[in-house]
């Protein structure tokens, strides 16, 4: 995908799209290990800002826990399906909505708790600062802001996503955020390593791509 490219997302999560075939591999069923340890640590506070949730994985186990969840993302094909998840799952608190993650409003001050579990490397760089100054708006003073995204290394030079250095995402999250930790993690996906590629498996026999977890917090409302 190419730096200030959208993807065509509704495509790809209806199956319609060349560069995937059969599910996409970032929808592994249950949130990202990496978010759910954090989950499990108590580091998430209602209400919870799921951004780019897809098919809202993280938000369905919060809600199951009894948080309150938005979900938001540009695809109506995976905002259907996160709904007709939480209405067969019996989830009451989670609402999921269509929106330009990078554009949108209506929730100002409301979230203590933000994750980005796999969004930030799928925006196009030049609206990257746009998103954090929506996902900041929409932040509650204090509330915490988690980014799980890929680290440059994780696929071939030219290919793949927009992945970041640990630098290039301090830089770009600090102009909103205080950013207090940032330590490498993995992504786990539906898809087969490269031929000779040294990529670990998980015992899901899923692969563990390189990325970065980032830990941020918001001292002061962000306006405009």
Same mark, same amino acid.
């Given at each position: ?75 109506? &094909?995976?905002?259907?399906? +996160? ?8 989830? &009451? ?11 949108? &409003? ?29 996902? +900041? ?34 830089? &770009? ?30 015992? +899901? ?13 918001? +001292? ?5």
């Amino acid at each position: 995908m190419a730096d200030e490219e959208v993807a065509p997302w509704d495509d790809i999560y209806r199956g319609d799209a060349a560069e995937f075939e059969g599910p996409v591999p970032w929808n592994i069923g249950e949130p990202q290990p990496e978010i759910a340890e954090l989950i499990a640590q108590g580091k998430f506070r209602s209400d919870v800002l799921d951004a780019g949730c897809g098919h809202a994985e993280t938000s369905l186990y919060l809600a199951a826990q009894g948080y309150t969840v938005v979900g938001l993302d540009m695809s109506p &094909t995976a905002i259907a399906a +996160a709904q007709k998840a939480a209405q067969d799952r019996g989830l &009451t608190g989670t609402t999921f909505e269509v929106a330009d993650i990078s554009a949108f &409003t209506g929730f100002d001050g409301r979230f203590a708790t933000i994750v980005d579990s796999t969004l930030f490397h799928s925006l196009p760089v030049d609206r990257r600062r746009d998103y954090l100054q929506s996902v +900041a708006r929409a932040a509650a003073p204090g509330a915490s802001y988690y980014v799980l995204v890929f680290a440059v290394g994780a696929f071939p030079e030219g290919e793949g996503p927009n992945a970041v250095t640990e630098d290039e995402l301090r830089e &770009t999250v600090s102009e909103f955020w205080t950013v207090d930790s940032i330590r490498p993690a993995f992504i786990h996906a539906l898809q087969a390593p490269p031929e000779g590629s040294n990529l670990q498996i998980d015992d +899901a026999g899923r692969t563990m791509l390189p990325a970065f977890l980032l830990s941020a917090h918001q +001292a002061k409302p962000v306006s405009g």
